[in-house]
């Protein structure tokens, strides 16, 4: 099964609104990274946090961590049309290179 | 640079076909591995590399062969096509510590 689930499945929501996605997980992890993908293309990486973190920022991009619950957020701030894709969480445990991804999250953002 | 390149983009195959599925990166990386995409399943981990000539297992190996005999290239092997696995195969390489992966554009297959 995987490591990652994402919640909501998908999210609609109006253009200036924040979009808040979350992932759960399994097993302790080194590290937990968010990818986005549009729709056909290849996933591209877009924050990643550690397993000593709580907390990261980039630009409209937060993130959080809590390895208590073995959770994270991703909140876009102040959301535009050009963010309607899927997002995926995926972690990376300590003892593996391997990097396992969540089912997403489809946001699509109304103009 | 090119990044990841996948060719071809898209194929059709009739099951029991055998084909290869080629993945290149010119980034250097260590690790590359395959995914899978299939709908409502997110990504799903084929098989891996940490470098030349060292391959593992991901979550659903069967029905694939990888292998590794340079840092640029990972192809991937289907040996009897099955209709199971109509997908979209995502290739993707990194650093070896496990950080931020690239992905190429994917390759569509189905098999009839």
């Known amino acids: 099964s995987q490591q990652g689930e994402e919640d909501p499945q998908a999210l609609s929501i109006q253009e200036g609104e924040n979009a808040t996605m979350n992932c759960s997980y399994k097993t302790s992890i080194n590290n937990l990274q968010w990818y986005r993908q549009n729709s056909g293309r290849g996933l591209v990486h877009l924050i990643l946090?550690?397993?000593?973190?709580r907390e990261k920022h980039s630009g409209r991009l937060r993130v959080t961590l809590d390895t208590s619950k073995k959770s994270s957020s991703l909140l876009i701030t102040a959301s535009r049309a050009a963010d309607t894709a899927s997002y995926f969480c995926?972690?990376?445990?300590?003892?593996?290179?391997?990097?396992?991804f969540g089912s997403g999250t489809r946001l699509l953002v109304r103009p | 640079n090119a990044g990841v390149t996948q060719t071809p983009k898209f194929q059709v195959l009739k099951t029991g076909q055998s084909m290869t599925l080629q993945c290149a990166q010119d980034?250097?990386?260590?690790?590359m591995s395959w995914y899978r995409q299939d709908p409502g399943m997110g990504l799903r981990l084929i098989h891996y590399?940490?470098?030349?000539?060292?391959?593992d297992q991901g979550e659903v190996p069967n029905g694939y062969n990888v292998s590794r005999s340079t840092t640029e290239d990972f192809p991937l092997r289907l040996l009897s096509a099955a209709p199971s696995q109509t997908s979209v195969y995502f290739c993707?390489?990194?650093?070896?510590?496990?950080?931020?992966?690239?992905f190429g554009p994917g390759t569509r297959l189905t098999v009839l």
């Open positions: 993707a390489s990194g650093r070896a510590g496990g950080n931020e992966q690239f």
């Open positions: 946090i550690r397993s000593n973190e």
């Open positions: 590399s940490v470098g030349a000539g060292i391959t």
């Open positions: 980034m250097n990386h260590e690790y």
């Open positions: 995926a972690t990376r445990m300590d003892s593996s290179y391997k990097l396992i």
